[in-house]
């Protein structure tokens, strides 16, 4: 199984800034990707952003530009650098990460909220 622990999150203006971490531990050999959803009230769950193990990142159409994926292998740790955010980024985030090719785990998330 793997643990993954979210921190972060918080309140913040418009045009601020944020940064996500997502921590995994457990027993597994292998982390491929990790990533980050998010789920506004009466909205479905979406994919913010992800990233595998060698660097490669997509984005939502809605993000591009704003904000920036990385992870730290060693640290089984990725992160989620937010600028220039808006109230429409308002949402509870999730770490989701594929573990053991075949596995995925959730993080209980972690409130991000822009006021205007």
């Known amino acids: 199984q793997v643990q993954l622990v979210e921190s972060g999150g918080g309140l913040v203006q418009a045009g601020g800034s944020l940064r996500l971490s997502c921590a995994a531990s457990g027993n597994f050999f292998s982390i491929s990707v990790m990533g980050w959803y998010r789920q506004a009230p009466g909205k479905r769950r979406e994919l913010v952003a992800d990233?595998?193990?060698?660097?490669?990142?997509n984005y939502a159409d809605s993000v591009k530009g704003r904000f920036t994926i990385s992870r730290d292998n060693a640290k089984n740790t990725v992160y989620l650098q937010m600028n220039s955010l808006k109230p429409e980024d308002t949402a509870v985030y999730y770490c989701?990460?594929?573990?053991?090719?075949?596995?995925?785990?959730w993080g209980q998330g972690t409130q991000v909220t822009v006021s205007s």
């Open positions: 989701n990460t594929q573990w053991n090719i075949q596995y995925h785990s």
């Open positions: 990233i595998t193990s060698g660097g490669s990142t």
